[in-house]
């Protein structure tokens, strides 16, 4: 048995509100790859060369300029995360619907008719999913990595300031 889906037949099979819903999602996906990967980066030079608090800085807001680098459009990753599946939901259902139209007007319910159209559908969630996930892994780890490090600096603060 040979499988012909791919997420390609998704902008091809779909209907127009399927198709935006599929766009809005690829646009998510590459946005948040690249927020993701430019973190990565971000991280490891702070890694190489960390930071240090020097007695010449302003103590009272260092932390907060330091960490805000850091902390920049990671919102996106929040938001993708959490509209995601439901924008994927969305199509999935819009597909449904537009499957039972279709089923309906052909009063046909066979397989041939119903699984091109449910597979389109599905489709539209599992982008949703490989949006969500990887946006929410990653926000929870930088936010993470950003609140250490933060901890880390306000430490190095109240040492200076002692």
Known sequence: MQNNFSFLSIFSLSDPVVLVSSLLL??????????????????????????????????????????????????????????????????????????????????????????PGLSVALGTTALGLMVAIPAAIFYQYFNKKSDDLYNKLENQIKEKKL
């Open 26 to 115: 690829v646009a998510a996906s590459i946005i948040s790859w690249t927020i993701i990967i430019g973190k990565l980066r971000l991280w490891s030079l702070e890694k190489a060369r960390p930071w240090k608090i020097v007695a010449s800085d302003n103590l009272d807001t260092i932390a907060d300029q330091v960490i805000e680098r850091y902390d920049r459009n990671l919102w996106f990753l929040s938001m993708s995360s959490v509209v995601a599946p439901f924008v994927g939901l969305f199509g999935t259902i819009w597909g449904i619907m537009q499957l039972f139209a279709a089923i309906g007007a052909t009063s046909s319910t066979s397989l041939a008719v119903v699984a």
